[in-house]
């Protein structure tokens, strides 16, 4: 299959996708979720079992007595919680499978000496063993929160099944139990005691063995957990972060996001000549990758190859958040992978930036209003601020925080005022005229990163909500107008998503496609910020440089997007855990490259 991607002349170059991954893994997943399903109902309905499906249900071991029923839903379970892992071709879950399943056809000859239900539990084994080349995906990094997070849902969903189990047999209950009964029942029975409920002739030991079976997984699983190696999550290492720093020295200048290169919660591959990089982070099985590669160009496909294989080993999804034209024709070309432009980001030209003019008249009024309130401003960079001064603007930072969740990823670096970051820039706002708070006379931050030698790029923007509105825009103009003494010549602002779309959708003749596209958008802002993001942006006047994500397929897309802001910290699938009890990640994550939604509002 081929597709499309712009060039920077404006006309679509066609380029050839690269091999698509195997299909066997995946189909022997679903093969073993469709196997596990079928045991699991073959244990849990007296009906199903005796039914036509009789031989499809034989699939593993025994649904016939107490003991065939519970190791019929054991094994179902099993599967359920091995095909995901299948499909991603891990070798861990190729092994397991390989032992449970022979495992389960001595139970189906053993048990129930049925000859061709044993055959049947060979057939999956058979195409396992012959195709285990294909799994080979080494582990995710992992933590042994994992663990609690297995015991959570493995008791919701025990709760959940035992319940079923307790009233799949209504003809052989004794008396009608309550609601509160049955549930009762479940949580005795899965600690091994008998509950509230009573049935007649085995049934009583068939429910008591099934229900004995989800307790005794839930545990096996949650200690497998707790005690296995702990693999942490890469994050960059002192060795990486100089080598980078290096790169950064000479060809920094190209991409605005190279800084953020340096967070310290991403890992980092080099090109086999350590004259490029990509940076990444893993989230829920994908590889995301941010901005360009760091280095010389011509480099750049030896660390994409490199980003490439590492994603194959782990059976991870590759995917590029925020890449540049230049990048996403790199990565195209190199991977056969696709690109879809995702939004523009806002960058500013210093020596064209004015406050004259009709355009500028909102912020000019607003910036004006604000400095007759009695604010001031100044504009430095992080090696000139004093380390005390220091200290109240990180604490200052962190409690003007506008969300419990920190934010950040592909546009925020995760810390302010460390000694290795001396060229980042800061520009403070602060009021004299009033009795100083915590803080000082502090009321406003914005902190800049560096862009090569000339420019900064926007990292995060906090203010006191006790503040007068217009702080941002007042320490945006206040950054522009300090620029040329600093020898800065280009600030790159936001990123707005999906802005031509915002743009275009809002003029005179746009179609109806293009209308309800631009309704969805402006509907999502209420969460997203998505429109406001954009017209806080354009105030500046700036140049709109486009931005692009980079995937493998477009059934990839959605997951890449939930793996995203899971990264950006829009939605956290995480336990939430109590303050004092989460751990710290190698750098504080920031706050998100953008604007508060009241603060973008009130202005």
Known sequence: ????????????????????????????????????????????????????????????????????????????????????????????????????????????????HSLIGALISLALFVPLVIHRDEFKALPDPRSRWRALANFVLMSAGSLALGLVIVSAHPRRTIGDPSLADRLTHVIYGLFGFEGPVDYEGSTSWTVAFSLGALGLITAVTTIYLAFRPEHPAAHLTEEDETRLRALLEKHGARDSLGHFALRRDKAVVFSPSGKAAVTYRVVSGVMLASGDPIGDVEAWPGAIERFMDEAKAHSWTPAVMGCSETGGEVWTRETGLDALELGDEAVVDVADFSLAGRAMRNVRQMVKRIERAGYETRVRRIRDVGEAELDRIRRAAED??????????????????????GDCLIATAHKTDELPGPYGDLKAILHFVPWGTDGVSLDLMRRDRAADPGMNELLIVAALQASPKLGITRISLNFAMFRSALARGEKIGAGPVLRAWRGLLVFLSRWFQIESLYKFNAKFQPRW??????????????????AAMQAEGFVNLALPLPRFLRRTSPAARPCPHQVAEHEVRAA
Do not use: N
Not at 51 to 77: I, Q, Y
Not at 547 to 562: K, Q
């Open 400 to 421: 003007w925080r506008g969300t419990d969740t920190e934010r950040g990823f592909s546009m925020a670096l995760g810390r302010i005022g460390d000694p290795s970051d």
């Open 1 to 112: 299959m081929s597709g499309e991607v712009p060039s920077r002349s404006g006309r679509a170059r066609r380029i050839v996708r690269g091999p698509r991954p195997e299909a066997v893994p995946a189909l022997v997943g679903r093969a073993c979720a469709v196997v596990g399903a079928l045991d699991i109902a073959a244990g849990v309905f007296p009906r199903f079992r005796h039914s036509r499906m009789h031989a499809m249900a034989e699939v593993l071991p025994g649904s016939l007595g107490p003991f065939a029923a519970a190791l019929s839903l054991s094994a179902g379970v099993l599967l359920l919680l091995l095909a995901h892992g299948l499909k991603r071709r891990k070798r861990r879950a190729w092994r397991a499978a390989v032992a449970l399943l022979p495992a389960g056809a001595i139970s189906q000859f053993v048990y129930r």
């Open 545 to 562: 440089e486009p931005r692009f994500v980079v995937y493998r397929a477009s059934g990839d897309l959605p997951r890449i997007g939930l």
